[in-house]
């Protein structure tokens, strides 16, 4: 069982609001990813970090910024949340090794109107 | 190009029946990973099963078994006695050795068992 958390699940929030999307994960992982999801499309990646202190940005360019201060914790940030922001935007972390599967949290849906 | 192509979107399968869900992948890597994960309407991402380039057998979990052609570039996803249980959106995904260990997904193909 995979213990990697994402708070808050659904999130409505007006234009122009900041906005921070929690990720905890439990297992010890060094890699933590952020994906963001339109439905029923692909998972594109925005974010990545291998380590404490350590972010890079994904294939999908993003407004959004994350910080990577402690193993177990990889926050997404929006200082200035826009309706082209609404999406699903899924946590992930793994151990790394090309076997190694991302474990995936329950993701949080967000809609700004 | 796509990376990994899923060209079906929609399946629909009757319970207790066999259904195979295509992925085909595109890499110059002589090393990689294949993925598959299982997505239910809840929206959360379950890993199902893996299959590494330089691996001989195919890989099986269970009920999921993965059809690897190497030479086809293809990693078909094989459901034995599907489930109602089993109807939701379902994601091919590669990792390739050069492209920092990251995963790039397919378009998904959305699976319903019909009862």
């Known amino acids: 069982e995979a213990d990697i958390y994402q708070t808050p699940r659904y999130l409505v929030i007006g234009t122009g609001k900041k906005i921070t999307l929690e990720c905890s994960q439990t297992m010890g992982h060094d890699k933590m990813y952020w994906y963001q999801q339109d439905p029923g499309m692909e998972l594109h990646l925005i974010h990545y970090s291998y380590g404490v202190n350590s972010t890079e940005k994904g294939d999908l360019s993003s407004e959004s910024t994350v910080s990577r201060i402690r193993t177990e914790h990889f926050p997404l940030t929006l200082e200035s949340a826009r309706p082209s922001h609404t999406s699903q935007y899924l946590c992930?972390?793994?151990?790394?090794?090309?076997?190694?599967?991302?474990?995936f949290g329950p993701g949080t849906r967000l809609t700004v109107t | 190009a796509q990376k990994i192509t899923q060209t079906q979107p929609g399946m629909f399968v009757q319970e207790k029946e066999a259904v195979t869900l295509d992925c085909t992948y595109d890499?110059?890597?002589?090393?990689?990973?294949l993925f598959w994960y299982k997505q239910p309407s809840s929206g959360e991402m379950i890993f199902l099963i893996y299959q590494g380039s330089y691996d001989e057998q195919n890989a099986t979990e269970g009920r999921y078994s993965l059809n690897f052609q190497k030479a086809r570039k293809s990693a078909n996803l094989v459901i034995s006695a599907s489930q109602l249980g089993d109807s939701a959106m379902y994601f091919c995904?590669?990792?390739?050795?050069?492209?920092?260990?990251?995963?790039?997904f397919g378009s998904g193909t959305q699976l319903t068992v019909l009862p």
């Open positions: 992930a972390s793994g151990r790394g090794g090309m076997s190694g599967e991302q474990y």
């Open positions: 890499t110059s890597d002589q090393s990689y990973g």
């Open positions: 995904a590669m990792r390739e050795a050069g492209s920092a260990r990251q995963l790039t």
